[in-house]
């Protein structure tokens, strides 16, 4: 090998282990802090009051719905048009009514909650928000465009 590589081949391998050691970081999401998410929209406001989120439940103003975790996406999901990492949460059963009688899709079997989409947005208006959108598909969403998007909440989210 040439004298004159050695310097940069060393350089470059430290710059990949770098970058992939940096990549390796556990995300951690606004969702997942112990305390419930307040109603920002005045959809989450009418409907499902504070939310908590955790590993195989969702809980809308108190009342649990066991739920199961279908891994983080990167997709666009809000009307921002923007990518962002959200959390896909398969609903094992519907919430049912909520408050004041509302529900999360609708009243009938062909309409419940299904799915959940949680992800964290951020605008100079607002601040930070965890957005919530509902599902009453069949299959996981791929996607805003999704067919069966029912609703969509917004709850606050402390940027620190």
Same mark, same amino acid.
């Given at each position: 090998?040439?004298?004159?590589? *050695?310097?940069?081949?060393?350089?470059?391998?430290? *710059?990949? =282990?770098?970058? =992939?050691? #940096?990549?390796? #970081?556990?995300?951690?999401?606004?969702?997942?802090?112990?305390?419930?998410?307040?109603?920002? !929209?005045?959809? #989450?406001?009418?409907?499902?009051?504070?939310?908590?989120?955790?590993?195989?439940?969702? !809980?809308?103003?108190?009342?649990?719905?066991?739920?199961?975790?279908?891994?983080?996406?990167?997709?666009?999901?809000?009307?921002?048009?923007?990518?962002?990492?959200? =959390?896909?949460?398969?609903?094992?059963?519907?919430?049912?009514?909520?408050?004041?009688?509302?529900?999360?899709?609708?009243?009938?079997?062909?309409?419940? #909650?299904?799915?959940?989409?949680?992800?964290? !947005?951020?605008?100079? !208006?607002?601040?930070?928000?965890?957005?919530?959108?509902?599902?009453?598909?069949?299959?996981?969403?791929?996607?805003?465009?999704?067919?069966?998007?029912? *609703?969509?909440?917004?709850?606050?989210?402390?940027?620190?």
């Amino acid at each position: 090998m040439n004298k004159c590589w *050695a310097p940069l081949i060393l350089f470059s391998g430290a *710059a990949l =282990a770098t970058a =992939a050691m #940096a990549q390796s #970081a556990i995300e951690h999401h606004a969702w997942q802090r112990k305390e419930a998410l307040v109603p920002l !929209s005045r959809t #989450a406001v009418a409907i499902t009051g504070p939310i908590r989120v955790s590993a195989n439940s969702v !809980s809308f103003g108190g009342k649990s719905v066991p739920a199961k975790n279908l891994g983080l996406f990167w997709r666009v999901w809000g009307d921002d048009g923007m990518q962002h990492t959200a =959390a896909i949460y398969q609903l094992l059963a519907d919430p049912g009514p909520l408050r004041q009688g509302n529900s999360l899709c609708g009243s009938s079997e062909r309409d419940r #909650a299904r799915f959940i989409v949680l992800w964290e !947005s951020y605008d100079e !208006s607002s601040g930070g928000a965890v957005n919530m959108a509902a599902w009453s598909s069949e299959t996981p969403p791929q996607d805003r465009d999704s067919a069966g998007l029912c *609703a969509t909440f917004a709850y606050v989210w402390k940027v620190r």
